[in-house]
C-alpha cells in the first residue's frame, strides 16, 4: 500500500494550494481518507476527512471554511483545497487511510500513512 501526497510548496498569505493524495495498492472505495498537518515543534493536528463515498466530510475550526476536502475513488485520489492561506498554515501534510465504508469519517484509528508535503505560506 502506498499513498503519495503531493501539492505542496510555497504559498502566499491569501493565496491557495491544492494538494492530492494518491492510493495504491488498496481499494480506495472502503476507505476513509484524512489529512493531518504538522508544524516543527507542533502536535499533528487533524485537519479534515471524509467518509469513503463522500458522504460526511469534517472541518477542523482553523480550516473551516478555508480548506475543502474531496475524493475521486475513479483515480483513488483525495484532495486538500486549500484557499485563503495563512502563516499558520505553513506545516507538513499527510493524508492517511482508515478501513471503513462508515457514512462518517473519523481520524482514528488510521491504518495507512502516506510520507507528507511541505507547505509553506509566505509572502
Known amino acids: 500500500v502506498q499513498l503519495q501526497a503531493s501539492g505542496g510548496g510555497l504559498g502566499q498569505p491569501g493565496g491557495s494550494l491544492r494538494l492530492s493524495c494518491i492510493a495504491t495498492?488498496?481499494?480506495?472505495?472502503?476507505?476513509?481518507v484524512a489529512w493531518f498537518r504538522q508544524a516543527p515543534g507542533k502536535e499533528r493536528e487533524e485537519i479534515s476527512c471524509?467518509?469513503?463515498?463522500?458522504?460526511?466530510?469534517e472541518y477542523a475550526g482553523a480550516v473551516k471554511g478555508r480548506f475543502t476536502i474531496s475524493r475521486d475513488n475513479a483515480k483513488n485520489t483525495a484532495y486538500l483545497q486549500m484557499d485563503n492561506l495563512k502563516s499558520d498554515d505553513s506545516a507538513v501534510y499527510y493524508c492517511?487511510?482508515?478501513?471503513?465504508?462508515?457514512?462518517?469519517?473519523?481520524?482514528?484509528?488510521?491504518?495507512?500513512w502516506g510520507k507528507g508535503t511541505q507547505v509553506t505560506v509566505s509572502s
Open positions: 471524509i467518509s469513503s463515498s463522500s458522504s460526511t466530510t
Open positions: 492517511a487511510l482508515q478501513h471503513s465504508r462508515s457514512i462518517y469519517c473519523y481520524f482514528s484509528p488510521m491504518n495507512y
Open positions: 495498492g488498496v481499494l480506495f472505495d472502503d476507505y476513509g
